[in-house]
């Protein structure tokens, strides 16, 4: 794999004089899901270490220091946040989501400015050590997913059968892979009028729009639903399956989030879901790798990333919808719910980051902290 070479190590910093003992900090532009994600996730669990942790907005690339300093900012916000990582003491911690073998150089430069990377999965963290990161930097820390506000809303009987393809349109839609879905559809049933297929997104762009009115091609069984609300539930409502057939994953957040409301999931078998999917608890789809585009979304040229392989998703979708008819998803479907439960419990993400941060001797292996907390200090705007 072709990476960036990282920059030379940053010195070692000493802990923090002043301030609350831990602050997250994100910035005001940043609009990308992932790291939205990573900031508020971990910011909660953090919390439960340290109930004055500061949730630090930086616009202006100021911050007072803290012994423990989480930056939720994308690579290319680095400009002005490797400026402050080397300035500030304390220990610092990147959190890094990317999607393709090609990690960008901000994301090497972050690193070498870091004593320690978060990745939210095994794909993150696997592909950070093979652009050149230290593996005993790089730690897996999973986001931290509240459970489900209510029971997911079933279809009404005898309603057509109902296929979800949900995405955030701030993620790139090419690697959400909304044009092929909206294929493997019309693969698994070219002219059926008793099934349909729900395109839920939010903040999608006239192109892209565009693009996706393009591919229903006036088939009134697909309809684009622009969402309104941010209630995850309701994304999930009345539907008799998840569709994601992404090329690549960081985490994987509405995977997982069906899977907790026991929606049977058809997902490409392909990087940070991969932590949680079984072949005994989803359908996995087949895939082989391809590059990725030039300046395919942030990344530069040279990675790769999946491309599923529509017939095989075609049929997955034509079982499970024969599996549904006949009740024979109930045991995939306790087995997902095991698995997503799991691996978004508090217990679960608050034990490997007490790991992380006793490694660094940010805090003890029981979850105490190493000192005494330092006096509040007010944030710089």
């Known amino acids: ?129 093979a652009g050149g990161m230290p593996a005993e930097k790089v730690h897996v820390i999973p986001y931290w997913l509240p459970m489900p506000a209510r029971p997911r809303i079933l279809p009404a009987a005898g309603s057509p059968y109902t296929v979800l393809v949900s995405w955030d349109g701030r993620s790139s839609i090419n690697r959400k892979n909304v044009i092929n879905s909206i294929a493997a559809f019309k693969l698994a049933w070219s002219s059926d009028p008793d099934v349909r297929l729900r395109l839920k997104t939010r903040d999608l762009t006239p192109e892209n729009v565009e693009s996706v009115t393009a591919a229903i091609a006036g088939d009134a069984r697909i309809t684009l639903d622009m969402r309104t609300t941010d209630s995850i539930d309701e994304v999930f409502d009345g539907a008799h399956v998840l569709l994601h057939l992404h090329r690549a994953e960081g985490y994987g957040r509405h995977i997982i989030e069906a899977m907790q409301r026991r929606l049977p999931v058809i997902a490409t078998a392909y990087s940070g879901p991969m932590d949680w999917l079984r072949e005994d608890n989803a359908r996995l789809v087949g895939h082989h790798l391809v590059d990725t585009a030039q300046k395919e979304f942030q990344y530069p040229q040279g990675g790769q990333w999946a491309e599923p392989d529509l017939n095989h998703a075609a049929r997955h979708l034509r079982e499970c919808r024969e599996a549904d008819a006949s009740g024979a998803l109930h045991g995939m479907l306790d087995r997902a719910e095991l698995a997503a439960c799991r691996h978004t419990t508090l217990e679960f993400c608050r034990a490997a980051m007490i790991a992380a941060l006793s490694q660094a001797g940010a805090i003890s292996p029981a979850g105490g902290m190493c000192g005494p907390p330092a006096p509040a200090m007010p944030m710089a705007a």
């Not at 007072?64 to 916000?77: E, F």
């Open 1 to 129: 794999m072709t990476s960036a070479q990282p920059s030379a190590p940053a010195p070692a910093r000493p802990a923090s004089a002043g301030g609350p003992a831990a602050q997250i900090i994100g910035l005001v532009k940043n609009r990308l899901s992932g790291i939205v994600l990573s900031r508020h996730a971990y910011a909660d669990v953090l919390r439960t270490l340290w109930p004055d942790l500061r949730d630090a907005t930086v616009s202006e690339g100021k911050a007072a220091p803290c012994a423990v300093n989480v930056w939720a900012a994308r690579p290319l916000s680095k400009v002005f946040l490797d400026d402050m990582s080397r300035r500030m003491p304390g220990l610092q911690i990147w959190c890094i989501v990317l999607e393709s073998t090609q990690l960008p150089q901000g994301s090497m430069d972050a690193c070498a400015n870091s004593d320690q990377v978060w990745a939210p999965s095994g794909f993150v963290r696997d592909m950070c050590v």
